[in-house]
């Protein structure tokens, strides 16, 4: 069956730091694929997504590229900020997400 | 305007007490989601409703009782829950079936 596989955490990142969360996932077809944030006490934001092969999405300084080739949607910032302290989720879509395990970014000044 | 809202914030309750869950989105979103999240854990996928009717039900005991009077509004009714039903709880809606969600803030619930 469909699966998502993210890196385990805790990232810890001193401020300005690059960052990269690597994600995988195995799926048969072509699923969209999306970045959940979840800061502390909150729900989840969508942060970005993807729908098919080669697309890039991108939002507040983040980035992720599907690549099918791969199979994998990592996500990437350039200078990472203590506000971006949260966790983070890869997800695939069909009729229902299907979640990674998520990972604890911990960025600190 | 993505917002989904959920109420109450908070609940506490006890094991034989009767309790409900609120979410409500004015998006025009014809999908609508219960999720349940433990702590460091990903949310998981409890109940489905694609236009007001319920689609997907992962199994997920009779003391969960979902319910959509219309088309913006979805309830979690609660009823005789054990104390490890004590969670986040996560509503989210998509604008058709399979297309992106978009989350609530959640009801953090604790079961006495």
């Known amino acids: 069956g469909d699966s998502v596989t993210q890196m385990e955490g805790p990232v810890t990142l001193s401020e300005e730091a690059f960052l990269t969360i690597n994600c995988t996932y195995t799926a048969t077809g072509y699923p969209s694929l999306f970045w959940y944030v979840q800061y502390p006490g909150e729900g989840l934001q969508l942060l970005l997504k993807a729908t098919k092969a080669d697309d890039k999405g991108s939002n507040k300084g983040f980035e992720a590229t599907y690549r099918k080739e791969t199979t994998s949607f990592h996500l990437e910032k350039g200078s990472v900020q203590v506000s971006d302290s949260a966790v983070y989720f890869c997800a695939l879509g069909r009729n229902k997400l299907i979640f990674g395990a998520g990972t604890r970014l911990a960025v600190h000044p | ?112």
């Not at chain 2, 869950?21 to 979103?29: A, D, T, V």
């Not at chain 2, 009714?77 to 989210?92: I, V």
């Open chain 2, 1 to 112: 305007d993505t917002e989904v809202t959920q109420t109450p914030k908070h609940l506490v309750m006890g094991m034989t007490n009767k309790k409900s869950l609120k979410c409500e989105q004015h998006m025009g979103h014809r999908a609508m989601y219960w999720y349940k999240q433990k702590a460091k854990k990903p949310p998981e996928l409890m109940f489905v409703y694609s236009y007001e009717k319920l689609s997907i039900n992962e199994s997920v005991p009779s003391r969960f009782s979902p319910e959509c009077p219309n088309s913006s509004l979805l309830n979690l009714h609660l009823h005789a829950l054990q104390p490890e039903d004590s969670a986040l709880y996560l509503c989210a809606s998509s604008r058709l079936p399979q297309e992106t969600q978009y989350f609530g803030p959640g009801t953090r619930l604790l079961v006495l």
